[in-house]
């Protein structure tokens, strides 16, 4: 076991933190120069296949500054690990910029505990700078960071990014060189990076987004604009900094040519405001589909083109309204010159109506009042189904929704609706729990909102 080296002298750290604090209390000011932006891999393992694949992106683009973050054991370890040792050696000697994982429990963490595992990376490992984690973004603890950089750069290091995963307040700007602002799933508008960000340079800032199925480059351009430094992963929480995704090297190569597309994001949410992932989108162009995937999605859009954006039900979430037009059509044309994010708006039927609308509830059992489960079910706003449709059935001809049972559907109040239920295997539709036997049942909404609850029974 290695012993660790003895700390400074505290007069002597107390001489150079007079010295250093000055330069860290003037944070660097927005320019007119807009320099590469960086690569920040957060990749938190030690395994070589997919620390190598980082230094041939390197070798490959080495326009294009890299910062590994390495993380042995939730900090550096108790004692020193030769698999980091060596791996930091090999990404620095490609001219990765190394720097050791530390938490820091937005402040609350003991400073000397902080200040032992900078020690020791820098000791064991011999990064080149400190990666602290859960940086706290409210008022008051500015001068805890502010400290710790200066311990950090008194032993050598040379670049210290602390993560807010969230945006963060003036004040804290200088208090490390780096911080990162966005830690979540999806892409974010590039939009929301600038704003007073752009007072200062974007070295400043850095991203970590996740959960993103595909690398949309002009997003990734148009955010290089306002940050120094990003990463992007179609890893999931709670661990999506595992592994490198399969898109990585054209995430450094993106940022190693000229910006030619604007990002398109396609995201979704409840209709109280609360964001939702997940969602299946479908973005087309000429007749073709050129895009899918899961909300939050990004699409490298060309300006001035017109594009299809159409988003897709799942389980308890039903398409309402887009956020930016009100539409309640699935299906919209778009184009667009600059970044642009729009949001589609879902009802989640296993809550209560919104105001203005009713809730249509609809389960299936059999003849002995079991519960049934997987029937197909649609909804209507016509009785124009009554004498049939062609496949598929289309809004015009009073389609509005289908689900398996059980399952639910707002309508808006002050009509009449029908639900319809299909057969399936052996089971046969005999009848609703009220006795009628016509397989489209009527359902009458005043004006008044109300959660009608129908049964369908089959046989045998």
């Not at 039900?313 to 642009?340: E, H, K, M, P, V």
């Amino acid at each position: 076991m290695l012993e660790k080296s003895p700390r400074p002298h505290a007069a002597i750290f107390a001489i150079v933190l007079i010295l250093l604090v000055p330069l860290l209390e003037s944070p660097t000011r927005a320019s007119a120069a807009s320099p590469t932006a960086g690569v920040m891999v957060p990749l938190y393992t030690a395994s070589a296949s997919q620390w190598d694949s980082v230094i041939q992106a390197k070798v490959a683009h080495p326009a294009v500054p890299i910062v590994g973050i390495i993380n042995p054991a939730n900090g550096p370890g108790s004692t020193p690990n030769a698999t980091y040792a060596s791996l930091t050696q090999k990404l620095q000697s490609a001219g990765v910029v190394v720097l050791g994982y530390v938490y820091t429990s937005y402040g609350s963490r003991n400073s000397s505990a902080v200040q032992s595992d900078v020690n020791d990376y820098a000791t064991w490992y011999k990064v080149k700078g400190i990666f602290f984690d859960q940086m706290a973004y409210w008022s008051g603890v500015e001068s805890y960071y502010n400290s710790m950089t200066v311990y950090a750069k008194s032993i050598g290091l040379t670049l210290v990014v602390g993560n807010s995963g969230v945006d963060t307040l003036p004040s804290y700007v200088g208090t490390v060189d780096t911080i990162v602002i966005y830690e979540s799933a999806g892409f974010p508008n590039p939009a929301s990076l600038g704003g007073w960000h752009t007072n200062y340079a974007k070295t400043n800032w850095a991203i970590l987004p996740y959960y993103v199925d595909s690398l949309g480059k002009a997003c990734v351009d148009s955010a290089s604009n306002y940050v120094g430094y990003l990463y992007v992963t179609n890893g999931a929480a709670p661990h999506p900094w595992a592994s490198l995704p399969s898109y990585f090297p054209d995430l450094v190569a993106s940022l190693d040519s000229a910006p030619t597309n604007v990002c398109l994001t396609t995201q979704s949410g409840a209709s109280n405001g609360s964001p939702i992932s997940g969602l299946w989108v479908t973005i087309g162009a000429g007749g073709s589909t050129v895009a899918t995937g899961f909300t939050p999605l990004t699409f490298a859009a060309a300006p001035g083109t017109q594009y299809t954006v159409s988003v897709s039900d799942y389980q308890n979430y039903a398409f309402y309204y887009w956020s930016d037009t009100g539409s309640t059509n699935r299906l919209r044309l778009i184009s667009i010159q600059s970044d642009n994010t729009i949001t589609a708006v879902y009802f989640n039927y296993a809550g209560p109506p919104p105001s203005g609308y009713s809730k249509i509830s609809l389960a299936t059992v059999n003849s002995a009042n079991a519960s049934l489960s997987g029937f197909y079910t649609t909804f209507w706003s016509t009785a124009s189904i009554l004498q049939g449709c062609s496949s598929p059935c289309s809004v015009s001809q009073g389609f509005l929704y289908s689900c398996f049972s059980p399952c639910a559907y707002f309508v808006a109040n002050g009509a009449t609706y029908y639900v319809a239920v299909a057969d399936y295997g052996s089971e046969t539709f005999s009848h609703w729990g009220d006795g009628t036997t016509a397989r489209y049942h009527a359902v009458v909404i005043g004006s008044s909102s109300l959660v009608v609850n129908l049964v369908a029974v089959y046989s045998p």
